[in-house]
């Protein structure tokens, strides 16, 4: 894993499909009971709490047509970039670029998980998330090696007590830093799907809050690893959504 993959997201492309033969056509469900009585029986394989009422349905649906088409555009970005499309690419342009297409993949994730979960509270517990993984049947976890950047002494400042301050500042929470320091400074291989998930939740909080910058992506040879925990996200909810054909 590492490198662009089309297996990946043809596999999300392909079982979404699957799911909305079940919907189709859209809106379908907003007058027809009996549709979401079989849309709801399917639901609640993720949470019993699901219920057969239009809006409900709609309400889920409507959350799973985001959060899949926000990770299906996320690995389907084959060179991911940000920046002046008319001069040829910065190579601070492309690490910000595969940064970001994590934190559009976690997005989608995230909102997937949560409509499945019947969890539509602005905070996500946890719990939510490592149901949701626990309910997708998933292979074992192919592990994830940390990088070996040659020099981590900037590296283990970048995480300890002097920049603590502007970590909380910047939303990267002490667990975050927790996943990052045990995988990054201490060389732990992340070996399961809540591991994974956990290190991707962590690494798109540091770079969508402005912790994390492509300058240090670059030095700590982290480039590969965000785009494979990309399409970890993606199998999980290929996983998942097979669970409802």
């Known amino acids: ?87 040829p690419r910065k190579k601070h342009e492309k690490l910000r670029g595969i940064q970001w297409q994590l934190v559009i993949a976690y997005a989608g994730f995230e909102i997937t998980a949560k409509g499945l979960m019947n969890n539509f509270e602005r905070k996500t517990k946890p719990e939510i998330i490592q149901d949701f993984i626990n309910k997708c049947n998933l292979p074992s976890y192919q592990k994830l090696e940390p990088p070996t950047p040659k020099e981590k002494s900037n590296l283990e400042k970048w995480l300890n007590k002097e920049d603590e301050a502007i970590a909380d500042f910047l939303g990267v929470t002490a667990g975050d830093a927790r996943i990052i320091n045990q995988w990054l400074v201490n060389s732990q291989a992340v070996c399961d799907w809540e591991e994974a998930v956990k290190l991707a939740k962590a690494l798109r909080n540091a770079t969508a809050h402005g912790f994390l910058q492509p300058t240090k992506v670059g030095q700590w040879k982290l480039k590969s690893s965000f785009r494979t925990l990309a399409d970890n996200l993606a199998e999980i909810m290929t996983s998942g959504l097979r669970e409802l054909v």
């Open 1 to 87: 894993m590492g490198e662009y993959s089309k297996e990946i997201p043809e596999n999300l492309r392909n079982v979404w499909s699957e799911v909305w033969q079940i919907f189709e056509p859209d809106n379908s469900w907003k007058d027809d009971q009996s549709k979401c009585r079989i849309i709801k029986e399917k639901l609640v394989y993720f949470s019993q709490d699901h219920h057969d009422t239009p809006e409900h349905i709609d309400k889920v649906i409507k959350a799973l047509c985001r959060g899949v088409s926000l990770t299906q555009a996320a690995v389907d970005w084959q060179n991911p970039h940000i920046g002046d499309d008319s001069s």
